[in-house]
């Protein structure tokens, strides 16, 4: 086995990371082929982060494992797939789910989070791959109690700069009938969207649009309030894809409150899926439409296995002229 320290210990701590080479030749030549490759990732759930460690309900979320699994692709991109230093990583889709709520609750010392992740290159020319799929199993304290998925993409300078320069011309672009200097109707209260620092709140209060039925809730996202959060050290110049799942929660808690009276201090975001359109730029007005999923036909709300509410719900996050992002999620209410 190959142990390192991964890095960008400011987000996500003291932590390890080992390779599990299936071969003895990739462990002693520190290079794999272009092959699916496994690993282990283990850490402390941090308790005292300014974001992760800043949450007023009683789960630990999925920022954690999530970014956990982004910055240990990136590591092994470079370290174990030979991907070169001047191409540039695109996060194409990502997801993360809870399958056993339990070992998510807080409380008592710090909980220690692991990662099983499997790495498949994609798009592989002359052995260096174009892409990387990661699956991961979750396991808190050494209880498998969840999932985590993406797909990432290297970008050439070129290519990146092209794509760049496009979506932001179409993210400069107003979207018609959209006044994009239209105030906010206000802010939420750090403990709607399960934070206690107000400096964490990403979202204002949202607005009701769409027909009798098929109703949507409009979010504003501060846009400097999230560049304060610092989430993208390795890439500052980058709306980072661990934003779109901090304001998916923020917002999923305070659209399952209005929509379906539930309790954002008892809420959870238990599943996330998300597919990216480009780039988003840093700076330009940026929002998030929510709408529920697919309601029984009685009206109640869907329940689990275990007889829990809960809620699907589509989210778009949208910038000037185009959609950057779609995704679908769940929010949990634990009673």
Same mark, same amino acid.
């Given at each position: 086995m190959d142990t390192h320290t991964a890095p960008s210990p400011s987000l996500l701590g003291a932590h390890h990371l080992v390779h599990r080479p299936a071969s003895p030749e990739a462990f002693l030549l520190k290079a794999t082929a272009p092959v699916r490759q496994?690993?282990?990732? $283990?850490?402390?759930?941090? *308790?005292?982060?300014?974001?992760?460690?800043?949450?007023?309900t009683r789960f630990h979320d999925l920022l954690f494992p999530v970014e956990s699994?982004?910055? =240990? #692709?990136?590591?092994?991109?470079?370290r174990y797939f030979r991907v070169p230093p001047g191409w540039h990583p695109?996060?194409?889709?990502?997801?993360?789910? +809870? =399958? &056993?709520?339990?070992? /998510?609750?807080?409380?008592?010392? !710090?909980?220690? +989070?692991?990662l099983e992740l499997g790495m498949t290159p994609l798009d592989v020319v002359a052995g260096v791959p174009r892409g990387l799929e990661c699956e991961a199993a979750v396991s808190i304290d050494g209880e498998r109690c969840g999932t985590a998925s993406a797909r990432l993409v290297f970008l050439t300078e070129g290519v990146y700069r092209s794509h760049r320069d496009l979506g932001r011309?179409? @993210?400069?672009?107003? #979207?018609?009938? /959209?006044? *994009?200097?239209?105030? !906010?109707?206000?802010?939420?209260?750090?403990e709607q969207v399960g934070h206690r620092d107000v400096r964490n709140v990403l979202v204002g209060l949202p607005e009701h649009t769409g027909a009798a039925g098929h109703e949507e809730l409009d979010f504003p996202i501060d846009a400097r309030a999230a560049a304060g959060l610092r989430l993208a050290a390795d890439a500052p110049n980058e709306v980072p894809p661990l934003l779109f799942l901090e304001v998916s929660r923020q917002v999923g808690l305070l659209a399952t409150a209005e929509l379906r009276g539930f309790v954002? @201090?008892?809420?959870?975001? $238990?599943? /996330?899926?998300?597919?990216? &359109?480009?780039?988003?730029? !840093?700076?330009? !007005?940026?929002?998030? =439409?929510v709408r529920e999923g697919a309601r029984r036909a009685d009206g109640r709300v869907s329940r689990d296995s275990a007889g829990r509410p809960v809620v699907e719900l589509r989210l778009s996050f949208?910038?000037? $002229?185009?959609?950057?992002?779609? +995704?679908?999620?769940?929010?949990?209410?634990?009673?």
């Open positions: 496994n690993f282990a990732f $283990s850490a402390e759930l941090s *308790e005292a982060h300014p974001l992760f460690g800043d949450c007023a699994l982004r910055q =240990t #692709m990136l590591f092994a991109a470079r695109v996060v194409a889709s990502g997801g993360a789910a +809870i =399958t &056993r709520l339990d070992a /998510w609750r807080r409380g008592g010392p !710090p909980a220690g +989070i692991a011309r179409q @993210s400069q672009n107003p #979207m018609a009938g /959209w006044d *994009e200097d239209r105030r !906010p109707a206000g802010v939420p209260l750090p954002p @201090s008892y809420a959870v975001l $238990s599943r /996330w899926q998300a597919a990216f &359109r480009g780039f988003a730029e !840093p700076g330009l !007005p940026l929002r998030c =439409t949208l910038q000037g $002229s185009r959609v950057v992002a779609r +995704i679908s999620a769940s929010v949990l209410q634990d009673c």
